[in-house]
């Protein structure tokens, strides 16, 4: 397939994906119409514009004509990769949530200094951490 051609044709494997780990999902292409837009099966009314390489993305994109947040992308394994990425961050995000509510839950008297110290000790392994990632190379 040549560089500019557009993948985007019936049948093609796409993944429609908008926020966080819940906002992947996979679909398929139904039509594409004369203007080059193309539509896809899970909803056949809406029209996306496919966007070729280069101007800001390494890959085919397409959008949604209209309003719409949505992108959609040929399926690859580095999608797939993508995907696995952005649901354990979002269990990492939750199990976070979690632990940062029982600890603001928590009367102070109730927090013995044996455990006021080691969550001491994990901010500051934290902050180094940042620290270390921000710093020029």
């Known amino acids: 397939m040549a560089e500019t051609e557009n ?12 926020r ?15 203007t080059g837009n193309f539509t896809l099966r899970s909803d056949p009314n809406q029209q996306y514009r ?12 397409g959008s949604p004509t209209g309003n719409g ?7 690859t394994d580095a999608i797939d990769v993508e995907i696995r990425e952005a649901k354990a961050q979002a269990e990492h995000s939750k199990r976070w949530y979690g ?11 109730s927090v013995s200094p044996t455990l006021a110290r080691a969550i001491e000790d994990a901010f500051a392994v934290a902050d180094s951490k940042a620290r270390a990632s921000s710093d020029p190379a």
């Open 7 to 18: 993948p985007f044709v019936p049948g093609a494997r796409v993944v429609v994906s908008g």
């Open 20 to 34: 966080g780990a819940a906002g992947y999902r996979e679909d398929f292409v139904l039509k594409v119409h004369k």
């Open 50 to 61: 496919p966007y070729g390489p280069g101007n800001f993305y390494s890959e085919w994109r």
């Open 69 to 75: 947040l949505w992108i959609c992308r040929i399926w």
């Open 99 to 109: 632990i940062r509510d029982r600890i603001i839950r928590l009367h102070p008297n």
